[in-house]
């Protein structure tokens, strides 16, 4: 076993010890919404937003975005588990502002080995194969975080499948204070359109 894996048996060891009435939990959110955020490992969303086991749906990927995967999750939270607000949390200092679609292309087609970032960027120092796959997946990197926000709230907001009675709203968490920091236009654009 790898050094990774042993620590992470032990310690759901020890967490499995102390489960107690969490084995009590509904399976529907007890707060009633849900956050899409970045999978980065410097965000703990249930710090950042005062959670607690069983209280919301925390929804992650690369950059927070609104993939469908994203929206179908979201689906999935209001239709059957009755969640009834959701933000979307993006944040400073995202990787996914360092590449494009196309840098991230080329990177995959050299070779599917990590690529390192430096002074001028992605380079790529592994050896073949890699795979020309990439073409066909959109990577939905970043430009201008609020920006970034308030269109995946937009998308969010008109997608068929999301009713209009939801409020969507729309920060950028700040991974040097750990503050929310509100997106306006975002927000504004995630309106409930029907009560």
Known sequence: M????????????????????????AMPPKRQFA??????ARIDPAKMAGLSEGDAHVIRNAGGRASDDAIRSLVISYKLLGTKEW???HHSDCGMETFTDEIMRSLLEKSLQTADLGAKGWTDKGKGPGSPEGKYVSFLTIRNQADSVLEDVFRIR??????????IYGFIYDVRSGKLVAVPKATAAGKPTRK
């Open 2 to 25: 790898s050094a990774i894996l042993d620590e992470v048996v032990k310690a759901n060891k020890a967490y499995a010890r102390t489960f107690g009435d969490k084995k009590l939990l």
């Open 35 to 40: 956050i899409l955020t970045c999978m980065d």
């Open 87 to 89: 933000f979307v949390v």
């Open 158 to 167: 008109n997608h068929p499948l999301v009713p209009g009675s939801i409020p």
